[in-house]
T-cell receptor
Framework: DTEVTQTPKHLVMGMTNKKSLKCEQH?????MYWYKQKAKKPPELMFV???????INESVPSRFSPECPNSSLLNLHLHALQPEDSALYLCASSLSSSGHNEQFFGPGTRLTVL | GENVEQHPSTLSVQEGDSAVIKCTYS??????FPWYKQELGKGPQLIIDIRSNVGEKKDQRIAVTLNKTAKHFSLHITETQPEDSAVYFC??????????????FGKGTLLTVNP
């Protein structure tokens, strides 16, 4: 299984809602990532988890809260988002966060904040 | 930190022609250079990568070349097919200044292959 899965595929939420994005991989990867991608732009790194611990936070606002319940799952909890947070949210995983390890990306969750 | 420039931003070719996309990077400590293809509605998929101890790598119709002295690397696609149409991103990793965990992406190239 060389796949990263993400749910939901699409999400529409109001600025006062709380929602969560989910990501799963069963490749035995110990590094997992959240990226944000705006239209016609490259992915921007948000968070890196290494061995289920948050190792990198790229100065992301606290309205985005990541969680790694186990080595296969990664969540992104959303609260009090702004319309400018609308984007494609990509999850990725790799064997480890260092070195030349391929990052496998999921299909993303298309988020719209009204 | 690392900065990756990618050109061209759009590229249109006829089916069967070759396509070349070029990237330059700023941090001479970067040592890993992957290329990703992103089709509409999908996440990026790795198509080829190269490490700094190699000058060229080929996989069927796709090849990547790396010039460490000039700090640039290029993607070459031969015998293009309509299914090659997508956005292509180059990236660099392994730079100095505490950013060696991070993939720094170029801005992307929209490749259109016309039948």
């Amino acid at each position: 299984d060389t796949e990263v899965t993400q749910t939901p595929k699409h999400l529409v939420m109001g600025m006062t809602n709380k929602k969560s994005l989910k990501c799963e991989q069963h490749m035995g990867h110990r590094a997992m990532y959240w990226y944000k991608q705006k239209a016609k732009k490259p992915p921007e790194l948000m968070f890196v988890y290494s061995y289920e611990k948050l190792s990198i936070n790229e100065s992301v606002p606290s309205r985005f809260s990541p969680e790694c319940p186990n080595s296969s799952l990664l969540n992104l909890h959303l609260h009090a988002l702004q319309p400018e947070d609308s984007a494609l949210y990509l999850c990725a995983s790799s064997l480890s966060s260092s070195g030349h390890n391929e990052q496998f990306f999921g299909p993303g969750t298309r988020l719209t904040v009204l | 930190g690392e900065n990756v420039e990618q050109h061209p931003s759009t590229l249109s070719v006829q089916e069967g022609d070759s396509a070349v996309i070029k990237c330059t990077y700023s941090d001479s400590a970067s040592n890993y250079f992957p290329w990703y293809k992103q089709e509409l509605g999908k996440g990026p998929q790795l198509i080829i990568d190269i490490r700094s101890n190699v000058g060229e790598k080929k996989d069927q119709r796709i090849a990547v070349t790396l010039n460490k002295t000039a700090k640039h690397f290029s993607l070459h696609i031969t015998e293009t097919q309509p299914e090659d149409s997508a956005v292509y991103f180059c990236a660099a990793k392994g730079g100095s200044g505490g950013s060696n965990y991070k993939l720094t992406f170029g801005k992307g190239t929209l490749l259109t292959v016309n039948p």
